[in-house]
C-alpha cells in the first residue's frame, strides 16, 4: 500500500453535515453551512476578526490584495520560499513582488532583513504596497516583529496562513489571526480540507465586506445584473463547506497527531547530517509536514537519494518549496538574503506526515531512511 505525503483524513462528522446541506437544499454556492464554516473558524481564532469562506486559499490572497488596493506599479514583498500560490495573486494585479529570504532559526521570513530593507526603501521613497510572509511548513512567522514593523511605515501585511491553522504563535493566540489579513487553505493535504477552499480572516470589517461582494461577481444592489466593478466567482460551495465544518471538529486532533508523527521521526533519525525544522520557543508548530535536511557531507547519501528510494518503496515525499526566485518565471526578480532558503532546497525533504499514517507504516518509513544511512559509502 502507498505511503502518501498528507491525505485528506476524514472523521465521518463530514457525511452527518453533507447530508444535512442536501436534505436543506442548500446545494448552492451559498447556505447555513457556510455561514456555520465562518463561524466555526472564527471561534476557533478567539479573536476579533472576520472571516470570509472562498473557493481557495490564493482567492483569498487576491482579494486581500484588492482590499489593499494593489495594482499596477506596487511592490509587494514576499517569503521567497513559498507556494506559487501564494505569490501568482500578486502578478494578477500587475504588481512587482520582491522575494526575501529566512532565518536559519526558525525557518520563516526573516525579519532583520525585511527591517533593513524597509528602512532603506523608506529613505528612497519606494516603500512596498503590502508584505506577504509564509507560515512555511505550519510554523507561525514573527507576528509582533512584522506587525510593528508595518504598522511603522504603513505598510499592508497580509500573513499567508494556508499551512497553520491550528498553530499558535506565543500564549493564547492562534495562527492565522495576524497582520490586517491572513488567509486560510483547506486544500486536500492540508491539516484539514474542505476538498478544496480558503478562508480570508481580516480585523477590517470594511475588507470582509468587499471580498464577500467581489467573490460573489461584483454584483450591484439592483433587481437585474449590474456590475460596477470587476468581481470573481471565489465564493466557496455551501456543500464544501460543510466538509470543512465535520473537519473543524477535529483540527486539535489531527495537529496533535502530526505533532507526534514529528516527534518519532526526531527521536529515531536524529543524527549527524540530519536536522529538523525547529521550533523557537513560544512557538507551537501544526508540523503540517514533518521538514528535514540532509547535509550529503555528513551522511553519504542526497537529498534525492533519499526520495527515490522512498519512492521504490511507493512512499511519498517531497523537496521542500523551490524559491520563488529561483522559479524561472521570476528569473532576474529582486531577491534578498544569503540562499538560507536556496540550501534548505538543496538539501530539504518533506517525509510522510499525514494524521491518517499508523505508527506500522511511519516505521516502515524510517527503517528504509535508516537503512540507506547505515548503508557504508
Known sequence: MRIYLSRPHMSGNEEKRVAEAFASNFVAPLGPQLDAFEASVREYLNADVHCVGLSSGSAALHLSLRASEVGPGD??????????????????????????????????????????????????????????????????????????????????????????????????????????????????????????????????????????????????????YEHSSLGYNYRLSNICAAIGLGQMEVLDSRVARRREIFIRYQNNLSQSGITFMPEPEGLRSTRWLTAITIDPTQT????????????????????????????????????????????????GLCLPSGSDMTDEQQDEVIHHIKKILEKPH
Not at 507556494?83 to 495573486?89: L, Q
Not at 499592508?156 to 498553530?167: C, K, T
Open 300 to 347: 553519504g547519501v542526497t537529498r534525492e537519494d533519499i526520495r527515490n528510494m522512498l519512492l521504490e518503496h511507493q512512499i511519498e515525499s517531497r523537496p521542500l518549496w523551490k524559491p520563488m526566485h529561483l522559479q524561472p518565471l521570476y528569473a532576474g526578480t529582486t531577491y534578498h538574503g544569503s540562499g538560507v532558503d536556496e540550501r534548505l532546497f538543496t538539501d
Open 75 to 224: 511592490e509587494v514583498w514576499v517569503s521567497s520560499m513559498t507556494f506559487a500560490g501564494g505569490i501568482f495573486p500578486v502578478n494578477y494585479l500587475g504588481a512587482t513582488p520582491r522575494f526575501f529570504d529566512l532565518d536559519p532559526k526558525s525557518w520563516t521570513l526573516d525579519t532583520a532583513i525585511i527591517a533593513e530593507e524597509l528602512a532603506n526603501a523608506s529613505a528612497e521613497n519606494r516603500l512596498p504596497k503590502a508584505i506577504i510572509p509564509t507560515d512555511l511548513y505550519g510554523q507561525s512567522v514573527d507576528l509582533d516583529s512584522l506587525e510593528k514593523l508595518a504598522a511603522h511605515y504603513g505598510v499592508r501585511l497580509i500573513v499567508d496562513s494556508a499551512e497553520s491553522l491550528g498553530a499558535s504563535f506565543q500564549e493564547g493566540r492562534k495562527a492565522g489571526t495576524g497582520g490586517d489579513a491572513a488567509i486560510l487553505s483547506f486544500n486536500g493535504n492540508k491539516i484539514i480540507t474542505s476538498s478544496g477552499g480558503g478562508i480570508l480572516v481580516t480585523r477590517h470589517k470594511e475588507w470582509a465586506d468587499k471580498a464577500r461582494f467581489l467573490a460573489t461577481q461584483a454584483r450591484d444592489p439592483a433587481p437585474h
